[in-house]
């Protein structure tokens, strides 16, 4: 009877190859999730017609609301009640609907200006004639494009090496076949 041979390659491999596949995963869903943020939001108006609040990512896009002229109440700008202390405030523009607030901005920004500027804009369109057609938008997609990107190239890289451990087992266990007689 003859002796199993001391080293199996392809168990060595095998155990590799599912090793970075379990790894790729969790780094491909959080890459996914951070690209499907939907950190862009655009309110787009038609001349006296309707507003459509839609929100996008990387990934794809949703409409939040479609709001008729009679429907729409105002815009504010919202400020955080943070009741830490010494916490800097932050500021987002808010549409005011018969439905609700809606925020017009996927971050809160500690730019008052910023935030009351973009406000204004809305507010001066919805205070006139509304004979043109409006179109703002706030992306805050930068910040998910590079985390979302750096988890799934790290995942597509473990992918790649996992797969590739894969091929390396096949080829281990046809050569182990080989050689039992």
Known sequence: MRAPPASRPSRATAIGAAAFLMLALPFLVLGVFFLGQNARMDLRCEPQGPCVLSRSSWLGEEEVGRYAPQDILGVEVARSRSTRRGAAPIFR????????????????????ARAQAFADTVR?????????????FQDDRRAALGVGGAFTGVGLGALIAGLWLCSRTLAHREAERA???
């Open 93 to 112: 523009a808010q549409l005011r609907t018969a439905s609700g607030a809606q925020p017009l901005a996927f971050q809160w920004t500690e730019d008052e």
């Open 124 to 136: 001066r369109y919805l205070a006139g004639p509304r004979t043109d057609a409006l179109a703002v």
């Open 179 to 181: 050689a039992t007689p």
